[in-house]
């Protein structure tokens, strides 16, 4: 999960648990940690190869923009097939089917209001209940 505000990472969280899945949620706060995470301290990706990832991706980050990470991601060979979610505020529609042409697989907007944010998170949770998650390895 890379999500720069911890009150949404935390409320995102909660409702994805709530939903059944108890995957291991690695949190991040900025692109560069979840890069290097994502890609390895080499970059090439194959520290993830094979490995079953799913992507919760705010586009708003302090240090680059979640559509960078989303071109880095489906760009490399041992990433690409990993499914993203992008979570964020922008609902600029040039934004969101740039993301779509990029391979994201799924755009919540999340609305500025706290109420509306959470319900927008139940439903991601309702939806994750519905779908098959893999379990890690």
Do not use: W
């Amino acid at each position: 999960m890379v999500e720069d505000d911890e009150g949404h990472a935390r409320l995102i969280e909660k409702n994805i648990r709530r939903a059944g899945v108890n995957n291991p949620i690695v949190p991040f706060a900025n692109g560069t940690q979840a890069l290097e995470f994502l890609l390895g301290p080499d970059g090439s990706g194959s520290a993830n190869a094979g490995r079953q990832l799913l992507i919760l991706l705010d586009l708003n980050l302090p240090d680059m923009t979640g559509v960078d990470i989303l071109q880095r991601v489906k760009a490399n060979e041992h990433t690409r097939r990993s499914p993203v979610v992008i979570l964020t505020t922008t609902d600029d529609e040039r934004e969101i089917q740039r993301c779509y042409d990029l391979g994201a697989n799924v755009y919540i907007t999340k609305p500025v209001d706290y109420e509306g944010f959470a319900n927008a998170i139940r439903q991601l949770g309702l939806f994750f209940s519905v779908m098959q998650v893999p379990e890690t390895a």
